[in-house]
């Protein structure tokens, strides 16, 4: 119930302020359909032109919600028509979420190491060639000491999208 509407109304900025954070916190519930439907709401394209939209999302990248359909989160990014720049936060501190051992453990999805690591990898590397004035510099560095740990913890689709860089 509950979830239901909160989710409905959070795309709206006259409502978002007071839903999101509901949300939020169902994002942890201990019940997985009201996890799942408050997820959703995390999951909109409307939610990206939200204010304080990123702030919204880099809590929701802690949730418990996240780790169980996160990739859901990438693959809106990834069909994000603009700069990634104002979700750089995001997409980094989901990374660094993904390296988390409690992570792994969470998650129920045969297939989510796959998922994260083709649609994360290439998020990177796409907000990594928009970073380009100085004032994103410590950003852009970020992103490659990113790059390197995916390498080394072989993120496998990291490689190959490295190479169609070239």
């Known amino acids: 119930g509950v979830a239901k509407v909160a989710a409905h109304f959070a795309k709206d900025e006259r409502y978002s302020a007071k839903c999101l954070p509901v949300l939020q916190e169902m994002c942890n519930d201990s019940k997985e359909a009201i996890r799942e439907i408050a997820?959703?709401?995390f999951y909109s394209g409307e939610i990206l032109n939200l204010p304080n939209a990123s702030l919204y999302l880099e809590r929701?990248?802690?949730s418990r919600a996240f780790i169980e359909s996160g990739w859901r989160l990438f693959d809106l990014?990834?069909?994000f028509g603009r700069e990634l720049a104002p979700f750089?936060?995001?997409i980094l501190a989901a990374y660094r979420r993904a390296l988390r051992p409690e992570s792994h453990d969470m998650s129920a999805s045969k297939n989510w190491r796959w998922?994260?690591?083709a649609n994360l990898s290439s998020l990177i590397l796409r907000?990594?060639?928009q970073l380009n004035s100085p004032s994103e510099l410590s950003t852009r560095n970020e992103c490659l000491d990113v790059i390197d740990d995916m390498l080394f913890h072989h993120f496998d689709p990291v490689v190959s999208q490295l190479r169609e860089l070239d």
């Open 77 to 79: 990014l990834q069909n």
């Open 88 to 90: 750089a936060n995001i």
């Open 39 to 41: 997820a959703g709401a």
């Open 127 to 129: 907000l990594y060639e």
């Open 115 to 117: 998922l994260w690591d």
């Open 60 to 62: 929701f990248v802690e």
